[in-house]
């Protein structure tokens, strides 16, 4: 059963920005709200890291490498999270992933992000 789903992905320049989108499939609403939802990236050879998370009363949290250039947000009534992502460098080359904590955690299938310098 597929509990999220991410698209956005793309292949951009540096400099460049991509908006990334993960929404909970309209008969599952418990992954979403009022879980704290998060994006996730694994490069190529490298662990997964945690890019950015939103708790259910929007309290944002952000890595080091993103801040100032990444934003997360979330709509609840649409069920979906967003990651805007500007000013992206070739080090932010990754599959990108949607995470919910509800349910003993739940992923999305991931979606590629890769920035060219």
């Known amino acids: 059963q597929v509990y999220l789903v991410e698209s956005g992905g793309g292949s951009v320049q540096a400099g460049g920005s991509l908006r990334l989108s993960c929404k909970a499939p309209r008969d599952i609403t418990s992954v979403f709200n009022p879980a704290t939802l998060a994006w996730y990236r694994q490069a190529p050879g490298k662990q997964r890291e945690l890019v950015a998370s939103?708790?259910?009363?929007?309290?944002?949290t952000y890595v080091d490498s993103v801040k100032g250039r990444f934003t997360i947000s979330r709509d609840n009534s649409r069920k979906t999270v967003y990651l805007q992502m500007n000013n992206l460098q070739s080090d932010d080359t990754a599959v990108y992933y949607c995470?919910?904590?509800?349910?003993?955690?739940?992923w999305g299938q991931g979606t590629q992000v890769t920035v060219s310098s």
């Open positions: 995470y919910s904590d509800a349910q003993n955690g739940r």
């Open positions: 939103i708790s259910g009363t929007s309290r944002t």
